[in-house]
């Protein structure tokens, strides 16, 4: 049975698993994402993780990571907050020190492709992953496949602009209002409290306990977030939306995304040139990115 070392690079900790090809996994784990020693450390990370696992041994090392990658090259055109991996060929850097194939993929089109492989996009032709987190991480699937764009950008949903009545402002976006962290930003602000002090996991206790001002916050954040869905159907005119991230797991949050475009629908979805959407939340949690990785590896790479 062939094993893979899959790897998902965060902000905060770079996950690690060993999968076979039927998602068993074998042993996982997490790391520190370095930053005081850039490139280097970074590297030296990677590195060892395959060293801890190469007596198994593993047949490739499947990455997720944040940024523009060239998912076949393996070049950073950018990489989010780890700014040392921007202008780097990460796949040729690490070619002598780890002797098996390496690939890596977007972190949000690696969670579409999971979702496509075995959960909430198996089985359709068309839709849309859109992660709720610190950003949104978004990804676009058309005819069985996940659009990747011409310079692998497509997907990037965090910066639509949440204002077309005037100029492109990168502070005035959709990730602003409609990411956890507009979420949370938001009801930290009603309550008075620093937003230091409130997360997803104390929001949605309040919520479900029925905290009124949270409700109103939920419905408000759920509004916005139908906002962009009915925006982006009528662009891509997809079959289904599928919500990932900490918070998609709430029951309380899908049920009133539901809600809200539903009553949107019945309210003007004759006007509308657009059908609506499905919309459901993911199948796969946290080990979602590392799914994806080694789907593409499986399924884009070794196969063609």
């Not at 390496?102 to 579409?112: G, L, P, Q, R, T």
């Not at 998609?248 to 059908?275: H, N, W």
């Not at 949690?285 to 080694?294: E, K, Q, R, Y």
Request: net charge negative; hydrophobic share 40%; glycine share 10%.
């Amino acid at each position: 049975m062939n094993k893979y070392l899959t790897i998902d690079v965060g902000g905060t900790n770079i996950k690690y698993a060993v999968m076979t090809e039927e998602l068993e996994i074998l042993d996982k784990g997490e790391v520190p994402t370095p930053y005081a020693g850039g490139l280097a450390e970074f590297e030296d990370t990677i590195a060892a993780l395959y060293d801890r696992f190469s007596d198994m041994p593993v047949k490739a090392v499947c990455m997720s990571a944040p940024g523009k990658i060239d998912s076949v090259t393996g070049y950073f055109y950018t990489s989010g907050a780890l700014k040392y991996i921007s202008g780097v060929n990460l796949k040729d850097e690490l070619k002598e020190r780890i002797p098996v194939p390496f690939c890596v993929e977007n972190d949000a089109k690696a969670a579409a492709l999971a979702e496509l492989w075995k959960g909430s996009m198996k089985g359709y032709d068309s839709g849309s992953v859109i992660t709720l987190g610190t950003g949104i991480g978004g990804s676009v699937i058309l005819n069985g496949k996940l659009v990747r764009g011409n310079t692998f950008a497509a997907g990037e949903f965090s910066g639509i602009s949440s204002r077309w009545d005037q100029k492109y402002d990168r502070h005035v976006t959709w990730a602003g209002v409609s990411s956890t962290t507009g979420l949370v930003g938001r009801y930290a602000e009603r309550i008075g409290k620093d937003v230091s002090e409130v997360n997803g996991r104390v929001f949605f206790e309040a919520a479900n306990s029925g905290d009124e001002t949270a409700l109103e916050v939920l419905e408000e954040f759920c509004d916005t977030v139908v906002t962009g869905i009915v925006s982006l159907q009528l662009i891509l005119d997809v079959q289904r939306f599928a919500f990932g991230g900490g918070i998609s797991k709430q029951p309380l949050l899908m049920e009133t995304i539901q809600r809200r475009l539903d009553e949107l629908f019945d309210e003007i979805g004759a006007k509308l040139p657009a059908t609506k959407p499905e919309v459901v939340a993911c199948a796969f949690g946290n080990d979602a990115n590392m799914i994806g990785a080694l789907y593409h590896y499986l399924y884009e790479l070794e196969k063609n």
